[in-house]
């Protein structure tokens, strides 16, 4: 009987011991099965994050250089618009300088002194109030010869310098310090915009 016990209890140990350690090694086994699809996980989502970070580098890196590029096109359309105003002042102040009253007036007796060989009646002579009064008679005296009803000077406020002229047909043509400057402006302000992207570009 005592023998039967003694084997009875070895019996339950064995058994109690092989369950035992059969779900120590399943509970082994799962745990190294979730470790290792920890581990992928965490490999996965690590993979995952670099990719994001360097895609968000990659575009913060490309609009800097984006945001660099058009600073630095600011700074030249800046840059350019500054000349150019000062390319236009530059000549105005040429054209006030070169316009005296003396070459106005030796312009306007040439002008007209063509027009009337050419059969042309009615002339207009407008100019600046400060010249008119200054070249009135002058003017006058110098196209009597050429004119037999002379010219009409007209006095005006609108420039001050230069001068308008016009005949039968009503047109004026304008030869007021502005008007010559608009047009030297326009005729050499390519060639100053072609220099300056030449300046640019080296």
């Known amino acids: 009987m005592t023998i039967q016990v003694k084997e009875l209890i070895d019996k339950i140990k064995n058994e109690g011991v092989l369950a035992a350690e059969a779900e120590a090694e399943k509970i082994i086994s799962e745990a190294e099965e979730n470790a290792s699809q920890i581990i992928k996980d965490a490999q996965s989502?690590?993979?995952?994050?670099?990719a994001q970070a360097e895609q968000e580098i990659?575009?913060?890196?490309?609009?800097?250089?984006?945001?660099?590029k058009q600073a630095a096109r600011d700074v030249l359309i800046g840059l350019d618009k500054q000349l150019m105003k000062r390319f236009d002042a530059v000549i105005i102040e040429s054209v006030d300088t070169a316009l005296t009253t003396s070459l106005t007036e030796k312009i306007?007796?040439?002008?007209?002194s063509a027009w009337v060989d050419k059969g042309e009646e009615g002339i207009r002579v407008?100019?600046?109030s400060n010249d008119a009064e200054k070249l009135k008679e002058?003017?006058?005296?110098k196209l009597s010869q050429n004119l037999k009803d002379g010219v009409e000077i007209i006095p005006s406020a609108k420039f001050d310098k230069g001068f308008r002229i016009g005949g039968s047909s009503g047109v004026l043509y304008d030869?007021?310090?502005?008007?010559?400057?608009e047009v030297l402006s326009q005729a050499l302000s390519p060639d100053l915009a072609a220099a300056l992207k030449e300046d640019i570009k080296d």
Not at 58 to 66: F, L, N, S
């Open 108 to 112: 306007i007796v040439e002008m007209v």
């Open 45 to 50: 989502r690590a993979e995952s994050m670099k």
């Open 138 to 141: 002058s003017l006058k005296g």
């Open 58 to 68: 990659e575009q913060q890196k490309a609009a800097g250089e984006a945001a660099i």
């Open 126 to 128: 407008v100019l600046s």
């Open 175 to 181: 030869f007021s310090k502005e008007s010559i400057a």
